[in-house]
């Protein structure tokens, strides 16, 4: 059984910062890549970013030059720093990680709020 434990949400006013973790337990193995995803209220799931095994990143454009993903995947964990914070990321953030043997079936964290108030 593989678990993902997200923390580090919570409440902050507009121009705020937060730190998100992110540790992967259990029977997961290879991990190719971590991230983060996010869904606000009436609104899709959507990917802020993520780091490969290679230490690539990916960032949606909205976050870009204010959040920074670090990780450690063969730890299996991943950080998400956010700066910058504006209630337009107001949202529940969901950890994921993908692996070699679920390359397409992402395993996910059970989701962090994170709650900026302008």
């Known amino acids: 059984q593989v678990q993902l434990v997200e923390s580090g949400g919570g409440l902050v006013q507009s121009g705020g910062s937060l730190r998100l973790s992110c540790a992967a337990s259990g029977s997961i193995f290879n991990v190719l890549r971590m991230g983060w995803y996010r869904q606000a209220p009436g609104k899709q799931r959507e990917l802020v970013a993520s780091?490969?095994?290679?230490?690539?990143?990916n960032y949606v454009d909205s976050v870009k030059a204010r959040f920074t993903i670090s990780g450690d995947l063969p730890r299996k964990t991943v950080f998400l720093q956010m700066n910058s914070l504006g209630p337009e990321d107001t949202a529940v953030y969901y950890c994921?990680?993908?692996?070699?043997?679920?390359?397409?079936?992402?395993?996910w964290g059970q989701g962090t709020q994170v709650t900026v108030s302008s």
């Open positions: 780091v490969d095994s290679r230490g690539v990143t």
């Open positions: 994921y990680a993908n692996s070699v043997a679920r390359a397409s079936a992402p395993y």
